[in-house]
């Protein structure tokens, strides 16, 4: 009896042992759990986030698969669910996190809100997560590193960490006309105020999903996510409009005008650059102007792979039976489970294991049967 009861107190020393490590290694995470990466199974330890509320987590412990989809689906917003799901995939956690190491990621939910998880591995089978949000602290990080601190739009750095990547449907490249002649006449206190305005002219004329940037000097970019092609010549005018209109109390006679370079075209937005810069140009030649054109249709082909791709590879697909890549003359087809830019899921999409290579840039390409589109990733 009395070891029964020696063991008994030493199981209860050892889980009190095990729940102080947990709480070290999870301080400050409202929502627990264990997982199981090898059979998918976990047990909620803790519920305490309000994203897991709303998924009725309630009734059962889902698997390690089904928690990480509903919780992606629920508790995620759409420009950070690839980075999230590849994040929690069990194929990624048995390969790439070895045990007693850890793997934190910051994000946003539907709500706008911020949150972070957090993974820690403890045995070759074991991962103990945690999930939280974050919303005060993390946006004001964000803000500090993101935030132009004179006309307080995103800055270079947003542009090149966060846009540049990413799909959009139009892309704007603008800037103030004479800025020069405005900081010799007036001085550089008008300039910074001219800039203020302008960059507050920009930003009430978009909406809330789309992007102003001060990417440098007098120079902004206006990245849409979604516009309809026939409202984004009136957008542009309004826009145009809004600067001239622009009045500083201190400086009256002050006249402002801004001219822009706008191109049209899902594509991914740092490979709109160049043609909307070459707008911008066309435009200055008159100042105060609006230029407007579709993206070049070879290029939008080309920009679709996100890297540099060939003439002869960019013939190759784009020009054959889409549907079934693997008859593509030339290209050996192997199958190899990636995570699609497109639809942000796992596939077992087939990679054409023939890299193209163009301006010393080599890539693979991948087919993904979900969505039925095929892309490049630099090796």
Known sequence: MCDNAN???ALREENLRLRRIIGALMHGYTTLCEGNIRTGEIKLLQLGDSVFSRMGLSDRAPTWDELAERYVSHGVYDDDRLKVRHAMSRNYLREHLRCGEAVTHEYRNELGVYG???IV????????AGFTEKNAEITERFDKIYTDSLTRVRNRKYYDEQLAGKLCQAFVIAD???????????????GDAALTAAAAALR????GEDDVV???????LVIFRHIAEELLPGRMEAMRGAVERIRLKEYPELRLTMSFGVVYGTQIAGTMFTAADALLYESKQERNKVTVRAFPR??????AFGVPISDEALEVVSGGAVAAPSEWAGYRV???????PHCSRQTDGCVFTDACESEGVRAMLYWCHECQNLYAVPV
């Open 298 to 303: 070879r290029d939008e082909k080309r920009a």
């Open 7 to 9: 063991e008994l107190d």
């Open 121 to 128: 591995r403890i045995d070759e089978d074991t991962v103990l």
């Open 204 to 207: 009430a004329s978009v909406r």
């Open 214 to 220: 001060r990417y440098g000097g007098d120079e902004f």
């Open 176 to 190: 103030l006309d004479h800025f020069k002649k405005v900081n010799d006449t007036y001085g550089h206190a008008c």
């Open 334 to 340: 192997s199958h190899n489970p990636r995570w699609c």
């Open 116 to 118: 972070e998880l957090r």
